[in-house]
């Protein structure tokens, strides 16, 4: 077991670093009363050290928690509540939570896989550029502002449960999928603005929706067998990876909303 003592630069006291221990198939970080900065030390330090597995128990809020973070066979394991911006421009390791997370979720990802076992809070995948964010439960406002696609990367975000407004607002690119299946929210599946400045991209919502929830610049269809077929075998992983019966899942219909147009606001700028 290794502990350090540091100085905390926003407290301005000392306090005690976090325990790591470390065996031959992950390496485990004490995070309780840590602050962040040494908890993702830590994390840097296990994986420059040769560990190919964090876990990281005790979390309650700590920011930034894989950000940046390259290498497609490294996994975190976070057991608690992360703080904002968990997996910010992460770059290909699977990070996989137990219990709730809070807002900006996959902010920039590039790459990789976050598996949040709960709800989650707002401004999640804002730009995200690919990988794939699967959430058990509800989801905020604002969830996949921005998200892009290039090239082959397409960004991929599942939400279990149900979601407020602005969902899919000034998407670009990549896929969004709202599924309803367990929710401590009230009222309908998703709130309104949904897909507003929407230019790229598609979204997938299992159920109905109504014309006034959604922006104007969507187009709203029912999803076909030839395009639920392509999004069988991403609500299989999904599934697999959250403990959701798939049948289940497919049993209702679900609803495609894409853009119409993709420049949706051009006439409103004046070009020299």
Known sequence: MNTATTKNPIEGHY???????ADSDVTTVECQKIYYRQVNEAVRAAFGA?????????????RYIGTG??????????????????????DGPTLEVFGNAQDG????????????????????GYGMRGGRVFIKGDVGYRVGIHMKAYEDLRPIMICGGKARDFFGEYMAGGLLVLLGMES??????????????MHGGEIYLRGEVEPWQ?????????ATDE?????????AEYCEAVGFDLEAVLAKGFTRLVPISHRPYGKLYTYL
């Open 105 to 124: 979720v996959g902010n920039t990802m590039n790459a990789g896989t976050v598996i949040i076992h709960g709800n989650a809070g707002d401004v999640l």
């Open 15 to 21: 306090e005690r670093g976090p325990s790591v221990i």
């Open 69 to 90: 973070i390259k290498g497609k066979d490294l996994r975190i394991e976070v057991h608690g509540t992360p703080g904002q911006d968990l997996a910010m421009l992460m």
């Open 50 to 62: 040769g560990a190919k597995s964090v876990r990281l128990v005790g979390v309650n809020g700590q």
């Open 227 to 235: 395009e639920m077929a392509a999004l069988r075998p991403l609500l």
């Open 214 to 222: 959604v922006g104007k610049e969507c187009g709203i269809f029912a």
């Open 184 to 197: 401590a929210l009230d009222g309908p599946l998703v709130g309104g603005y949904l897909g507003t400045g």
